[in-house]
Each structure stands twice: as C-alpha cells, then as structure tokens.
C-alpha cells in the first residue's frame, strides 16, 4: 500500500518587526471585563470603536464626548463576533451603527489609539481625552498620551498597560 502524504501550503503573514497591539475597540482579558449595554444617542453618536462616551443628560443615550466633557461613563466596545458596519470594511476600520444598543465597558482592559503623544505611552502612565481639535491630528473625544494644557482632561482610574506600537494601538486598564 502507497501512500502520498501531501504537505499543506500556509498563506500566514510574518510580523517583520512588532505584532500589532491590537484592534482599537477590542476586549483584552475578557474574564476581567465588565460590559453593559447602552442606546446610542442617534445625533451624537460614536463615530469609532474603542472611544470614551458619555450619557447626555438630557437624552439619557450614550453619545461621544464633546468639548464641555470632563468626565466618561465608559469605553465604546467593539462587538464579537461581527462583520463590522458595512461587512466590507477593512479590519481595524469598522464603521459603527449611528443607532440603536451599543457595548460600554465600565470595567476592564482594551484596546484603543492614541493619537496625540503615543510614542511616549509607558507602563502605568495617565490616559488624557481629548475635548477640542488641534493641529495635530487630534480630534474631540479621542485618547492622548501627554497633558495638552486646556485640550484635554485625565481619565480618572485608567492607564496604559505598556506601550503603543508604531501605530498607535496600546491597551488600557479601566476602572480597575
């Protein structure tokens, strides 16, 4: 008896350098994680997984964070599974719905970018939100790395677990 054992061809991709971090909006250490669910405030909503949010007082749904913001009521959490908003966007680049229940972490670690300062992101240092738009690249409600005088505010009771990869993906503990 003649047996021809074939050998399967991988298609994988090798990391030259770094692995990336993660995708902005996903759930690391999920036993560790608390997720709640939230309607989506229908004008001001969030526009990216893995952002800060508030509840608007005067509609009670979970919106974006805006200039007069200081302070979250939790993280915008990239549902699993899905296909994304449109099931052909790109990974990573998922466009969220505008309406309807969302995923909030109130408690846990995640992924997200850091647009502002991100080369500088060390082990356990602060998480800063951003409420207004600057020059570089930065726009209301997203993670920075470094205080930027009146443009942004600490996210009390979060940090950055290590450092952001060349793109600006890092983890964050919250509420922990």
Known sequence: MNKTI?????TDVAFTYRM??????SINRATEATVEAAQLDATNYP???????VIDATSKNFRKVMAADTTVYGLYVRP???TGGSGTDPLGTSTPPTSGIGNVLKRG????????????????SAVYVRTVSSSN????????????????????????TGACDSNGNCEIAYNL
């Open 47 to 53: 526009t990216a997984y893995g952002v800060p949010g």
């Open 109 to 124: 670690y995640l992924n997200v970018k850091v647009y502002y300062g991100y080369a500088s992101v060390a082990k356990n």
């Open 6 to 10: 074939r050998r399967a061809r991988t």
């Open 80 to 82: 699993y599974p899905t």
């Open 137 to 160: 690249n930065t726009n209301v409600g997203t993670f920075d790395a470094t205080a930027d005088s009146s443009n942004n505010f600490v996210l009390t009771n979060a940090y950055f």
């Open 20 to 25: 990336p971090s993660g995708i902005p909006g």
